[in-house]
């Protein structure tokens, strides 16, 4: 390692907390200084494909001329002005968003993830109230699912390793089953599913009393708790019973909007209108931080703020920045004139082919996906479908990185089913990238 290297590295063992990680001096974290296309390159110059697109969220690509062109022109004509009032590129992209969305939503701006699936949580309870039902107030979540790391969004969390220590978190939130057909209590044994999983929700929220529930959050599929795509009529068969009970449906697409599963959005694979969509991640190419909360017209309109607490009384700094909201015009034009859903539909069908010969090795339990966004799981034998240990786990992340290819696994999220691994690349991949992802995978493979 180079001397600079060795101060850089010391300086930020000094200075900086980083993800996921706790106390250790002796830790080497990657200090990444560039990136172009599917490359990421390191403070010594060593060069890795990110197979994860950042937190897949880089969906456009790394060096984007375009994208920083925008935000800069954004920050020399009008840097910043509170979304309390309006400024051009926050309309131009809800219009756009409204187009993508496929619907006729409001967008409320925020900054992460977690803060629009806040922001949701608060327009779903005080919707109910200006409906006259205020004892309105919990939320039905699922089992894996991942929302965010705030109280309430780590809450409707479905992944007790992510909230242990943390707890208490906010009350209201509850959960069920995810749909794992893998590994379903309901019908793992059966030839088919039974939608059992679906049901459930329905009998929690009657369980519950429906007076008391103001809104089911899903998303399209489970991301970061080990890529978990629902079977056929799961997400319609929600949207009805919560259409029937008055339970509002919101639908995290945090992880899987912008092209990511081969559409716009996961829930366009599915025939539901969600009454909030939250966005985040890919909306800017990760280039800068914006999210949102998608807020379908009817529900806004409850919000006549003719009465003392009509308003939805909440409201953040830097949501709606004009930089991040210049950059996310621009990244969604990317997307369409290079049609990116469409391409991360056509190379997640390649993926699955290239991966078939995958499913014969004996750690290999499932392979699943949609679009570019895969999950391999492992398990010590297709028999027991015993988790592999998280030693595996990191042997198989580490003999991909030695050999170029960045890839994570779901890591501390519910106990046991740590064992996924994940494959989720810039949707503007090239095809000789991608096939360096296959070979260098399947070679790993060969070292478990
Ligand atoms: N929801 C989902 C589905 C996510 O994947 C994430 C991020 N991994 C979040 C919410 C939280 O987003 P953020 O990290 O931007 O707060």
Redesign the pocket.
């Known amino acids: 390692m180079i001397e600079e290297t060795q101060e850089w590295l010391d300086r930020d063992r000094r200075y900086i907390w980083h993800g996921m990680a706790g106390y250790n001096p002796s830790a080497s974290p990657m200090v990444v200084t560039e990136a172009d296309g599917a490359w990421i390159t390191d403070i010594d110059g060593n060069r890795y494909l990110d197979g994860m697109a950042g937190?897949w969220n880089v969906n456009s690509g790394y060096g984007r001329e375009e994208l920083a062109q925008a935000a800069y022109e954004q920050l020399k004509t009008m840097p910043y002005y509170p979304i309390t009032q309006g400024h051009l590129p926050a309309i131009e992209l809800a219009e756009k968003l409204n187009e993508w969305l496929d619907g006729d939503y409001v967008i409320r701006y925020a900054n992460?993830?977690?803060?629009a699936?806040e922001t949701a949580f608060k327009i779903a309870r005080q919707y109910h109230a200006q409906n006259g039902e205020s004892g309105r107030y919990k939320f039905i979540a699922r089992y894996r699912g991942?929302?965010?790391?705030t109280f309430g969004?780590l809450a409707a969390t479905g992944q007790s390793q992510r909230k242990y220590l943390y707890e208490p978190l906010a009350p209201g939130f509850l959960h069920v089953a995810p749909p794992d057909r893998y590994r379903c209590g309901y019908c793992s044994d059966r030839p088919a599913c039974n939608l059992q999983c679906a049901r459930e929700v329905e009998r929690v929220i009657n369980w519950e009393l429906l007076e008391t529930v103001a809104a089911v959050i899903v998303?399209p599929i489970i991301?970061?708790g080990g890529i978990i795509l629902p079977p056929d009529g799961y997400l319609e068969e929600v949207a009805r019973m919560c259409e029937r009970t008055g339970v509002l449906l919101i639908v995290?697409e945090?992880?899987c909007g912008f092209g990511r599963t081969g559409k716009k959005f996961g829930y366009h694979h599915h025939d539901v209108k969600p009454d909030i969509v939250t966005i985040?991640?890919a909306m800017t190419s990760g280039y800068l931080p914006l999210?949102a909360a998608a807020v379908r017209r009817e529900v806004f309109e409850k919000f006549e703020g003719t009465e003392e607490y009509g308003r939805l009384r909440h409201v953040n700094t830097f949501g709606g920045n004009p930089a991040a909201c210049a950059v996310a015009v621009k990244n969604l034009e990317i997307m369409e004139d290079e049609d990116l859903p469409g391409r991360s539909a056509t190379l997640g069908e390649r993926l699955r082919e290239e991966l078939t010969e995958l499913k014969g090795h004996p750690n290999v339990g499932e392979i699943r996906g949609r679009g570019l966004l895969f999950g391999i799981e492992l398990v010590e034998d297709k028999e027991s479908k015993q988790p592999v240990s998280t030693r595996t786990m990191d042997k198989i992340i580490s003999a991909c990185k030695e050999s170029g290819l960045i890839l994570r696994y779901n890591r501390d999220t519910a106990p046991g089913v740590n064992n996924v691994l994940v494959l989720a690349p810039p949707l503007a991949i090239t095809d000789e990238d991608l096939a360096f992802i296959v070979e260098t995978l399947k070679e790993s493979f060969e070292q478990l």
């Not at 991942?146 to 790391?149: A, L, Q, V």
């Open positions: 937190m992460s993830g977690s803060e699936n991942y929302h965010g790391n969004s998303e991301t970061g995290d945090v992880g985040g991640k999210s």
